[in-house]
């Protein structure tokens, strides 16, 4: 793939149009002017810098211009955003070298892990469970669940609506030993290894300790949960 083409793959149109020309100006192949480009890329990149490093990561801008404005322009000379509602004014420079004044929202949006179905307390998220959709930042506050894989394979502490961001106190771990149950309490030292049977006292997730009583000798230990029903004591 050629540098220009490769640029194009890895910019957004309207900032690959811009490196393009440029770089075809110092190379002399065209006159020192640049082609016009959508105005919703360049409040999209605007808005990106007034964010600075509070900008999230995966975030985008989501830009819809007022009715009958036009929608090329060669650079924004300034810029108003309110963070709040996402409503925007811009001065424009025009390809003529008049300034527009344009104005409209533009609404942070991130994409993260939605339900498709209501799930119930206890339910264990599956992969066909979850969907990622674009949702307004503002919707999406610090407690919120923004990665599928921090979301899949979880258990629900409180009912999950569909559509809607999932809280982080809202999943847990899955419980995988539960209190009353029957384990294996399982001891390794050296090239030794034991067992004996046990009753958990409580609920564990994985890799969590917890409490057992061994049923041979009535006493109670504490002891890592490793797998379902399986518990691994230590000296």
């Known amino acids: 793939m050629s540098r220009p083409a490769l640029l194009c793959s890895v910019l957004r149109p309207g900032r690959a149009r811009r490196w393009l020309a440029a770089l075809a100006m110092v190379a002399g192949l ?5 082609p016009a480009a959508e105005i919703a890329d360049l409040v999209a990149e605007r808005a990106t810098r007034e964010y600075g490093s509070e900008m999230p990561a995966k975030g985008t ?3 819809r211009m007022s009715a009958d404005l036009p929608t090329e322009g060669e650079f924004i000379r300034e810029f108003w955003i309110d963070r709040d509602t996402g409503q925007f004014i811009a001065n424009v420079v025009r390809d003529s070298g008049e300034v527009t004044r344009v104005w409209g929202l ?8 939605v339900p498709v179905r209501r799930l119930m307390p206890d339910t264990i998220v599956q992969p066909e469970d979850v969907e990622m959709v674009e949702l307004p930042w503002v919707r999406i506050n610090a407690f919120a669940v923004t990665e599928r894989e921090d979301l899949v394979g979880m258990q629900v502490r409180r009912m999950l609506s569909p559509g809607r961001p999932v809280q982080l106190q809202s999943v847990i771990p899955p419980v995988i030993i539960s209190r009353g149950e029957r384990v294996v309490i399982q001891l390794s030292y050296g090239g030794l290894q034991l067992s004996a049977k046990g009753r958990a006292i409580s609920d564990a997730h994985l890799g969590q300790e917890v409490r057992v009583v061994n049923l041979s000798s009535n006493k109670t230990i504490v002891g890592i949960a490793r797998a379902d029903g399986v518990v691994e004591a230590s000296f």
């Not at 609404?107 to 892990?113: D, H, I, N, Q």
Request: hydrophobic fraction near 55%; proline fraction near 19%; avoid cysteine.
């Open 30 to 34: 065209v006159p020192a002017t640049l």
């Open 61 to 63: 801008f989501n830009v």
């Open 106 to 113: 533009a609404t942070l949006t991130l994409p993260v892990p």
